[in-house]
């Protein structure tokens, strides 16, 4: 089982939609969770951390369930500047980030 | 404010050649990486270093060395290039912390033919 998993998609949707992300991760020892976005052809970036009690930054939610071991990400409203590659990210301890395949959203006008 | 900087950005090798590519971060982070991804594949972890003068293997480590002799540099090298290792390569750093965000370079585009 890989360390983490993500749908890869495409998931297309139309302008103003909401969309989810799900990601599974296998370590329990797991410590740190992050959403990062990455862009056609241009570096990962850190879009949110993810925290126990859920987080919200403006139209992204973000959620982690430790017991079933998976987080997720909420976006709502998409806009078109949306379309991205997500990529879920996954820390234990001090040990190096472990990156999802990366799930793929294109936001149709 | 430079962040991670990698050079070269774009190389094409023939099978056999060396290389090196250089990553230089100024945010005094003790913790970098060298990513290589891939299409399908995602961002594999080849190797990475928690400070200055220690490296160690990730997931993918094989046909590539590094050296961490200062700080702020990471090096990866390519002894004998092979096709199977055109990819993008990204480089990467952080502080120790937790929870810690990850910085990434623009990436190298490398090709072995």
């Known amino acids: 089982r890989k360390e983490v998993e993500q749908d890869p998609g495409p998931f297309n949707v139309p302008e103003g939609a909401t969309v989810a992300f799900n990601c599974t991760y296998s370590n329990s020892a797991s410590q740190s969770f992050f959403w990062y976005r990455q862009d056609c052809r241009k570096e990962p970036k850190l879009l949110m951390s993810?925290?126990?009690s859920g987080n919200e930054d403006g139209r992204f939610t973000a959620q982690l369930n430790r017991a079933s071991q998976y987080i997720s990400l909420l976006i709502r409203d998409s806009k078109l500047s949306d379309s991205a590659t997500y990529l879920c990210?996954?820390?234990?301890?001090?040990?190096?980030?472990?990156f999802g395949k990366g799930t793929r959203l294109s936001v149709i006008a | 404010n430079a962040g991670v900087t990698q050079t070269p950005k774009f190389r094409v090798l023939k099978t056999g050649q060396s290389m090196t590519l250089l990553c230089a971060q100024d945010?005094?982070?003790?913790?970098m990486y060298w990513y290589r991804q891939d299409p399908g594949m995602g961002l594999r972890l080849i190797h990475y270093s928690v400070g200055e003068g220690t490296t160690a293997k990730g997931e993918v480590p094989d046909g590539y060395n590094v050296s961490r002799l200062k700080k702020q540099n990471f090096l990866l090298g390519l002894e004998s290039a092979a096709p199977s290792q055109t990819s993008v390569y990204f480089c990467?750093?952080?502080?120790?912390?937790?929870?810690?965000?990850?910085?990434f370079g623009q990436g190298t585009r490398l090709t072995v033919v």
């Open positions: 990467a750093s952080s502080p120790p912390q937790e929870r810690q965000e990850a910085f």
């Open positions: 993810v925290y126990s």
């Open positions: 990210v996954v820390s234990s301890g001090n040990t190096p980030l472990v």
């Open positions: 945010m005094n982070h003790e913790y």
